[in-house]
């Protein structure tokens, strides 16, 4: 009898999640702007050909160099880069100064030195942006001046744990702001430079053409990489969120029910 009860009571709390957190498989919870989209999920990912289907309409596929490892996301499944040669390229993607970069990542421990998450190469030089995990697990922007701006989050990403990084440059409201978890964590004035005709994205590496510059490559997991090209609100990062855990949430209870009609 109790173990019916128990039955019953999970059943009921997946047919509640599921009205409560609808199950999204695919794309961000917001799409409006929406320019890139790679969920490293096993189904979209094949490491024997070096492809990461973008899910926008697949125009921008990611080359996968190195052999990164596909390992159990935050969403679905990630990819596991090895700090020494893994990485992908998804080439001429962001135009403008209206942007968002979002992404989750996680890390077994907190890198020795500045690692890069993502990089927004210009190939002429002098115009890269980037975002850094650094030692003190704090999230830093790059390059003063010209990309991003110089400044990092006021809370740190903690090892053993997914982290949500949203970066929003928003050209209208002449700020920068960098959330972690959905929440506000770091900001700064004034614009970044427009990636128009200088473009290149990377991820977990500090270049792949600048060889002249010495490679930060990113230890770790990286799950569900999204680009905009505009300034998503602190709602709509919220959301974006909210989304990616509601996703996980149900994820995992509809394993837990697979297991116990086992």
């Known amino acids: 009898m109790k173990f019916g009860i128990t039955v019953s009571f999970i059943f009921l709390a997946a047919i509640t999640s599921l009205i409560l957190y609808p199950v999204v498989t695919e794309g961000q919870a917001v799409e409006d702007g929406l320019i890139g989209h790679w ?8 490491i024997n050909a070096g492809e990461a289907l973008d899910q926008i309409g697949n125009e921008h596929p990611g080359e996968i160099k190195g052999r990164p490892k596909i390992v159990e996301g935050k969403v ?13 390229v998804m080439g001429d993607v962001t135009e403008g100064q209206d942007l968002t970069y979002a992404m989750w990542i996680k890390v077994s421990k907190l890198p020795d030195g500045p690692k890069v998450i993502i990089w927004d190469d210009n190939p002429n030089g002098g ?3 980037w975002l850094q995990l650094n030692a003190d697990g704090t999230v830093e922007t790059q390059r003063g001046g010209d990309g991003f701006g110089v400044f990092k989050t006021k809370s740190p990403v903690k090892g053993g744990e997914w982290t949500h990084i949203t ?12 959330y972690l978890n959905g929440a506000p964590a770091g900001d700064q004035g004034g614009k970044i430079a427009t990636r128009t005709g200088i473009s290149h ?3 977990a590496v500090g270049h792949d053409r600048n060889n002249f510059i010495k490679p930060w490559y990113f230890e770790g997991d990286i799950d569900e990489v999204a680009i905009y090209l505009r300034a998503l609100t602190p709602q709509e990062v919220k959301k974006n969120y909210k989304e990616s855990m509601a996703v996980d949430f149900n994820s995992k209870l509809a394993m837990t029910w697979g297991n116990i009609k086992n």
């Not at 679905?76 to 990485?87: H, R, T, V």
């Open 39 to 46: 969920t490293f999920d096993k189904k979209h990912t094949d």
């Open 76 to 88: 679905n499944e990630a990819l596991k880069f090895n700090g020494k040669e893994d990485y992908i």
């Open 127 to 129: 115009g890269d942006a």
């Open 167 to 178: 970066y929003v440059a928003d050209e209208k409201n002449d700020i920068k702001t960098l």
């Open 201 to 203: 994205v990377v991820l």
